[in-house]
Structures are given as structure tokens and as C-alpha cells.
């Protein structure tokens, strides 16, 4: 099969809707023939069956992905979804390759529609004698071409069939000029795909945000982001950019989820949500990609550092407390505080060289004893007449006795959601199981999920349903 050879930046799409132009070919034939079926839906941009297409035309079936389609885009910004996206787009399953690209997630279930720049449809026409649809015009929420300053038409797309003979970009004069931002960001994205369509790898974008935020002082010593700032800032830019259909936009100055949620790690959003971001963090998409690797090899050197320096202290103070140091004088080498080098001790069974005036050994084995009959932190400093941050202290301090409590609490819980199901069975001997799990809604279920064999055996047997009687 002699399927036209891509021009630069084509669709696959428009590569088939070229052959069967130009060639007159059946569309019913050639999609029995390409995809198995004689009627198939192939999506603009995420088309499926590719591997079987690729051995029908003899090409390389990654090439045609990372070149022909914009899976790369989304393999950068959802690389969590990204194997799934790619397996569902090689073998004929289409329904699945969208649900895994997340575009349903994103509100996007308007209808679909192909894009064109009437500037590059012109002099396509004029030099090659065919317009075709550009891939970088079909990136969801770009509104502007990258190679000329004007605003893209629209084609929506009806029809279930997508490969159709003369469905290819239209020249004419009405243009429209797009604005300076719009312009900007359609050139970063057309950028950012041609890079990430030669070399793809596990990027984590939401340290390589965050270590930008830092360098322009949006981020405190803490780790906390200044929110008003960026969005201030962000708006100033993201404001002038024009509303369409498919444009994810903030909503407003005070929406800050719209960027927050990009700093999370291994998120999905909307690819132009990260474009718009990006672009306004980064001049150029190379400076994104550089700062994500050296960000990452630099933020793995740092953990382990700090790591390293962590258990050289640790290994430095229990030292200190072997040679019976005072905790005052370990504190002043070390400056870790007296309440860490005090659980370190009671951790490692090293005998402290202090005066203590209110939590003695005896008043310790009393604390332990309480706490192991499962009495609650508050009235065992009210019994002991220390503080509750002492008692805490002791029982975390202990080995099994955070364990023992947790399952002295779970016991309690089940006694009181038995007693309470128990109390009303006696109360309502006729009662159902619908009006016992309303009246005892969260003892039902806490038993449903962690005591169900128990609860099957007390509640009354399920009555059958009574029909209707005609």
C-alpha cells in the first residue's frame, strides 16, 4: 500500500485522508484492510491500531506514534498512564487509549474537531499543491499557529467515520490576528513536542516546577508556596490568553488548585494546563528538560546526603550517651534536644545520667502498666499528675506497646458496635436489616468491614423480595 510519505509535522490522519483523496480508493476497503474493520472511528490525534497499520504500510510503528501523533505530549505530562496509552494505541483498542489518555477526566467531552491555520493552508497549496492538518494546531487548548501570528480555524468532526475522502484543511481569507500569549505558547508547545518525540523518559515535572518556583523566590525556606504571588504573576499573562472550547484556563485570581495541583507528584491534568505553566516558568522548552534532570540527580544527591548526615548524628549521640555524658553537654556538641537524645536512650535501653523529678522508674512501670490495660494518655496523666506529652513519650518509647494499644482500641470499638446492634435487636425484635443499618448506620458498617461474620450471625435472615401483583 503506497500511503503518501508525512510532511513535516503531519497528522496520521491526514496521511489517510490524502491516500484515499488522491487515490480514490473505498474507505470501507481500506479500513477492513488497515484496522480489521470496514467501519472504524480513528481519533484525530490518539489514533488506535497503529501496529497493524504500521505492517500494512512497512514503517516502524514507534516512529509513527512519537511522530504522527500527539501520544508524546501526553507520555510527558501523564507518564503514569503512559505504557497503558501506548499499548491501547498499538493494538485496535480506541475506546481504552482515550480513557487512559484522561481526556474524559479533564471535562474535554465536547465534540472533537480538527484545526488548521488558513496562512499555512495557503502556502502548502501554493508550494505543494495540498493542504494537511499540522498535529502541533491539533494540541488541545492552542488556539494560535506557532508559524504565523493568527488564529486557527475549526472543523468539527460529526461524524463517526474520520478517514474520509477531501477532509483536508481549506485555504481562505479570513484571518484573524491571535494575541502575543497565545503565539508564545503554540511556538513552546511546537517546541516541546518535537523535542519529546526524539528522546522520552520519566520526567518528574513537579520538582522541576517547584526548583524554578524556588529560584524566583516563590517558594519559602519551609517549603511552603507563596500562592497569591505566583497567581498574581501567572494571571498577568494567562489572563490575556483568548477562551475556547477545549482551553483550560484558571477561572479566576483566586484559583489556586490550577497550578498547586500541578506541584504534586505523579498528577493528571490537562496537557495545556501544563503548557500554559511551563511556558510562563520557561523561556524555552530545553531549559525544562535540562532542569528536570539536573533537579532530579541533584534532589536523589541531596536525600542521600541528608540521610548520611542524619545517622552520623544518631550514631554520634548514642556514643555520647554510652559514655554517660550529660544530656545538657550532648546537647551542646550536637544540638539535637533533650526530649531526642531521651527516646533515643529508652529506644536503645541506655541508662540516663539525669534527675528526674516527676517521671521516675516507679512512676514509669505505672504508666506502662495503665497503658497496657489500655486506659487512654489523658487519664493516665491525670492519675500519674505529669503531662501528656510525658506519657507519650514512655509509651512510644516501648517497644510493642503502641501495637498493644491499637489493638486494645480496635477491641473497645467492636465491644461498643456490638452492644449498640445488640441493644436495639432487643428493643426491636421484628426489625429488619434496612431499618438496622439506618438506625445503626456507622456501627453497621464498621462491623460490615471488620467484624462481617459476627454481624451476618446476629442480624435477622433476608427476606425475599414480594413482586408486584398483577
Known amino acids: 500500500m503506497k500511503v503518501p510519505k508525512p510532511f513535516p509535522d503531519e497528522l496520521l490522519l491526514s496521511r489517510l485522508n490524502r491516500y484515499v483523496t488522491m487515490y480514490g480508493v473505498h474507505i470501507g ?69 482515550f480513557r487512559h489518555s484522561q481526556l474524559a477526566s479533564f471535562s474535554s467531552r465536547h465534540t472533537l474537531c480538527l484545526k488548521w491555520c488558513p496562512v499555512c493552508a495557503g502556502k502548502e497549496l501554493k508550494e505543494l499543491g495540498v493542504a494537511y492538518w499540522h498535529r502541533t494546531h491539533q494540541i488541545p487548548g492552542l488556539t494560535a499557529c506557532p508559524f504565523h501570528p493568527v488564529l486557527l480555524h475549526r472543523m468539527l468532526l460529526v461524524s463517526r467515520q474520520r478517514v474520509m475522502a477531501g477532509c483536508l484543511p481549506s485555504h481562505t481569507d479570513a484571518v484573524v490576528p491571535a494575541a502575543e500569549v497565545e ?67 484558571p477561572r479566576n485570581d483566586r484559583d489556586y488548585r490550577y497550578f498547586s495541583q500541578l506541584l504534586e507528584p505523579e498528577s493528571s491534568h490537562h496537557p495545556f494546563r501544563h503548557l500554559l505553566f511551563s511556558c510562563w516558568l520557561y523561556n524555552q522548552p530545553q531549559d525544562l528538560f535540562k532542569r528536570i534532570h539536573s533537579s532530579s540527580s541533584a534532589s536523589d544527591s541531596t536525600r542521600l546526603e541528608s540521610s ?19 544530656l545538657a553537654e550532648i546537647y551542646r556538641i550536637t544540638g539535637k534536644s533533650r526530649c531526642y537524645l531521651k527516646r533515643l536512650a529508652l529506644l536503645n ?7 528526674p523529678r516527676a517521671l521516675t522508674e516507679e512512676c514509669k512501670q505505672c504508666i506502662l502498666r495503665l497503658a497496657h490495660a489500655g486506659v487512654h494518655r489523658k487519664a493516665i496523666s491525670k492519675r500519674c499528675s505529669i503531662g501528656i506529652g510525658s506519657v507519650e513519650q ?31 435487636r432487643q428493643s426491636y425484635p421484628k426489625a429488619i436489616r434496612q431499618q438496622i443499618k439506618v438506625q445503626c448506620n456507622a456501627e453497621f458498617f464498621w462491623l460490615y468491614l471488620n467484624d462481617r461474620g459476627w454481624l451476618e450471625a446476629v442480624l435477622p435472615k433476608s427476606k425475599k423480595p414480594i413482586g408486584r401483583i398483577r
Open 29 to 97: 476497503e481500506f479500513t477492513e484492510k488497515a484496522f480489521g474493520r470496514d467501519r472504524v472511528s480513528v481519533h484525530p490525534f490518539l489514533p488506535a491500531g497503529i501496529e497493524q497499520l504500521a505492517a500494512l504500510l512497512g514503517e516502524n510503528k514507534n516512529r509513527i506514534i512519537n511522530e504522527q501523533t500527539l501520544a508524546p505530549l501526553f507520555f510527558l505530562f501523564m507518564s503514569k498512564h503512559a505504557t497503558r496509552l501506548k499499548n491501547m494505541m498499538l493494538a485496535c483498542e480506541g475506546a481504552k487509549a
Open 183 to 249: 503565539v508564545r505558547v503554540a511556538r513552546f508547545a511546537y517546541e516541546l513536542l518535537q523535542l519529546n518525540s526524539r528522546d522520552r523518559g520519566q520526567l518528574d515535572l513537579a520538582s522541576a516546577y517547584r526548583h524554578k518556583l524556588t529560584e524566583l523566590g516563590f517558594i519559602t525556606a519551609h517549603g511552603r508556596v507563596r500562592r497569591e504571588g505566583v497567581m498574581k504573576e501567572f494571571m498577568a499573562v494567562s489572563g490575556l490568553y483568548r477562551p475556547a472550547v477545549d482551553t483550560d484556563l
Open 308 to 326: 548520611k548526615k542524619l545517622r552520623s548524628i544518631e550514631l554520634k549521640c548514642l556514643t555520647l550517651l554510652r559514655e554517660s555524658r550529660s
Open 349 to 355: 535501653a541506655i541508662p540516663i545520667t539525669t534527675k
Open 394 to 424: 514512655v509509651v512510644s518509647s516501648t517497644h510493642g506497646m503502641v501495637e498493644r494499644r491499637k489493638l486494645c482500641h480496635w477491641e473497645s470499638k467492636r465491644r461498643r458496635c456490638r452492644v449498640k446492634i445488640l441493644r436495639y
